[in-house]
């Protein structure tokens, strides 16, 4: 679903594989990554990105940068506090944890 408001904002297809290369893949030196899109043009972005595992490491580095790479802010420092926020199971989510029937 958020994948789907991204490329409203930027553009479907190739608009939105160019956004990702420019704001994204270029910046961190990627050269292999290969986004994988539905037949609308949205990315998706839960399980269709291929790439070497040294360009999947450099994610994992931006992370580790608070979002900074280069001396540029590519995504903001929330995106990297998120993650480690705790979060109250609920009915609704408690399938997700695992030992918990998810």
Wanted: proline share 4%; aromatic share 12%; net charge positive.
């Amino acid at each position: 679903m958020l994948s789907r408001i991204v490329a409203d904002l930027v553009g479907y297809g190739d608009l939105y594989r160019d956004y990702l290369r420019k704001r994204l893949f270029d910046p961190l030196g990627m050269h292999s990554p290969v986004a994988g899109f539905d037949e609308v043009g949205v990315f998706v972005a839960s399980s269709f990105l291929h790439a070497r595992a040294l360009d999947f490491a450099k994610f994992g580095l931006l992370y580790l940068r608070g979002g900074e790479w280069d001396g540029r802010q590519l995504i903001s420092r929330q995106w990297r506090r998120r993650p480690r926020r705790r979060t109250v199971a609920t009915r609704r989510t408690a399938h997700c944890i695992p030992g918990n029937g998810g």
